[in-house]
Structure formats: structure tokens, C-alpha cells
């Protein structure tokens, strides 16, 4: 069993920078690829950004290339989403997620999610 539980939301203006964080307890975390998505109101699930197990690569959604970063720390059982440039269309509840599986922009196939954080961005 892996609970996630993510930080760092808020209100932004149009513009702004928000580092959003997620603490994993989980034995081995460094064995679980970590994910982040977002949901507006009104929309489904989509996926912003992956960070692999084991050599850590990444990868984005096209919505997010060039703005968010995706970082982890295996010592410390986090994974950080570095968001900069925000735009209105960035509101959402930000999720992070765990899987062990191989399929990593597909949000059902990840195993553990957390409970989310509000991003607000004003223009």
C-alpha cells in the first residue's frame, strides 16, 4: 500500500510559479514511476507529467512542455512538480500518482493516487 498526499496549491496570478510536492510512503518508492494530472471542473482526467523509476526520465503533455518540471528524490520519498509560466488554463486539482506498470500517460494504470491540491490561476 502506497498513500500519497500532495502539497503546495494556491491561488497564482496569470504569469506565476507554483512547486507542487508529493511525500510517498511507500518501502520502495524508487521502484514506482510517479505521475501527475490534473482535472478542471467540467473535464476529465488528463495527464501533465511522468518521471520514471530507476533512471528518472521524463516526459510531458504538450500543455505543459517548456513550463513544468518534474523532479524526484528517492532519499527523501518525493516527487515535485515545478510549474512556471502558469496560465488560467492551468486551474485544476493536481493529483500525483504511483505505478509499477509500464504504461505512464494512462491514468488507469496507475495503482496509488492522492487526494489532490487546488491550482487556482487568475488572469
Known amino acids: 500500500q502506497v498513500e500519497l498526499v500532495e502539497s503546495g496549491g494556491g491561488l497564482v496570478q496569470a504569469g506565476g510559479s507554483l512547486r507542487l510536492s508529493c511525500a510517498a510512503s511507500?518501502?520502495?518508492?524508487?521502484?514506482?514511476?510517479m505521475g501527475w494530472f490534473r482535472q478542471a471542473p467540467g473535464k476529465e482526467r488528463e495527464f501533465v507529467a511522468f518521471i520514471t523509476r530507476t533512471i528518472g526520465r521524463t516526459y510531458y503533455a504538450d500543455s505543459g512542455k517548456g513550463r513544468f518540471t518534474i523532479s524526484r528524490d528517492n532519499a527523501k520519498n518525493t516527487v515535485n512538480l515545478h510549474m512556471n509560466s502558469l496560465k488560467p488554463e492551468d486551474t485544476a486539482v493536481y493529483y500525483c500518482?504511483?505505478?509499477?506498470?509500464?504504461?505512464?500517460?494512462?491514468?488507469?494504470?496507475?495503482?496509488?493516487w492522492g487526494q489532490g491540491t487546488q491550482v487556482t490561476v487568475s488572469s
Open positions: 511507500a518501502r520502495a518508492f524508487s521502484s514506482y514511476t
Open positions: 500518482a504511483a505505478t509499477r506498470g509500464y504504461s505512464y500517460t494512462d491514468g488507469g494504470k496507475y495503482d496509488y
